[in-house]
């Protein structure tokens, strides 16, 4: 198997992390449940297995698969080298849009794009065709892509109804209880959050990812494609820091840190009022934090 190929990059480094969840002398399971486990075919857990026993982080030995050595940060590749094509677009797209302080208006030429992107030409369009749904691109006809830029009054919608699918969501959530899957994933967050917290002047940069995966439980756990689609722009806004001004960056997300922590510790002491409150709560300052943070285009 190609060892440039995404999804088996993917895999390994998830791996990986199951491997150090068992510790010294943990055995693995079956090869069946490690393909349901990872979500991948048999032959790419094949190839996972193999390269795990070659580097001397287990013995695989027929049925037998157990831990010799804790994986170390050389063993997993690069975050950046798991992305599938489409997602490197994504990323690359809103890096392009940012360092390139483009203004509305600004034409996008998908040859220049796809000669700074390293990526096919339809993969690219296939990218900006699904990004254009959000109303910041449009094509005009037989004509370039052109950047409409990002209005209070998008922003304004975009709230309206990220806060009717989410609070939905953590609804759910709670009527679902302490035993789902997505309940326990929340809590587990808390020192990842307390970790950032703590060391906020170094870490700030990194809470932006835990957001969104903070989120992103809550969103999945509706198993609703609809929601699923809106939350990658979601995801687009917030995470990419479209024309933020960083200045106050480092606050920012330490308050948002904190809210968060606030409603995990309402989840585990199992006060659901409270849990909502806080939620609501973050909700709402995530909402005044936008409007107050964004260089805002005109309409």
């Not at 440039?4 to 010294?24: P, T």
């Not at 489409?86 to 483009?102: C, H, K, N, P, W």
């Not at 005009?140 to 209005?151: C, K």
């Not at 587990?188 to 170094?202: D, F, M």
């Amino acid at each position: 198997m190609s060892r440039d190929n995404s999804i088996y990059k993917d895999a390994l480094n998830r791996s990986l992390g199951y491997v150090a969840s068992l510790g010294l002398g943990g055995t693995l399971p079956s090869e069946l449940e490690l393909t349901q486990r990872l979500g991948i075919s048999r032959t790419t857990v094949r190839a996972v297995l193999a390269h795990l026993h070659d580097i001397g982080v287990i013995d695989w030995s027929g049925r037998s698969k157990r831990v010799l050595r804790a994986p170390r940060d050389a063993d997993y590749f690069a975050k950046e080298e798991t992305l599938s094509t489409s997602a490197r677009v994504e990323t690359q797209f809103m890096e392009y849009i940012l360092g390139g302080d483009l203004k509305p208006g600004a034409i996008l030429h998908e040859s220049e794009l796809v000669r700074a992107f390293g990526a096919s030409t339809s993969v690219l369009r296939e990218f900006l065709i699904k990004f254009s749904r959000f109303g910041l691109i449009d094509k005009e006809p037989n004509r370039h892509w052109v950047l409409r830029g990002f209005t209070k009054d998008f922003a304004m919608e975009l709230f309206d109804v990220r806060d009717m699918f989410e609070k939905r969501a953590f609804d759910r959530l709670l009527t679902k209880g302490k035993d789902s899957p997505a309940y326990q994933s929340l809590l587990k967050l808390e020192g990842a959050h307390r970790e950032i917290a703590r060391n906020i002047e170094a870490e700030y940069l990194r809470f932006p990812r835990l957001d969104e995966k903070f989120h992103r439980i809550l969103i999945q756990d509706m198993n609703n494609r609809f929601i699923d689609d809106f939350f990658e722009l979601v995801s687009v806004i917030f995470h990419y820091h479209y024309r933020w001004n960083k200045q106050d960056e480092q606050d920012r997300n330490l308050a948002a840190c904190q809210q968060h922590l606030s409603v995990i510790e309402a989840l585990r002491n199992g006060d659901d009022a409270a849990a909502r409150a806080q939620f609501h709560g973050h909700l709402n300052a995530a909402r005044e934090t936008l409007l107050a943070s964004v260089t805002w285009d005109s309409a």
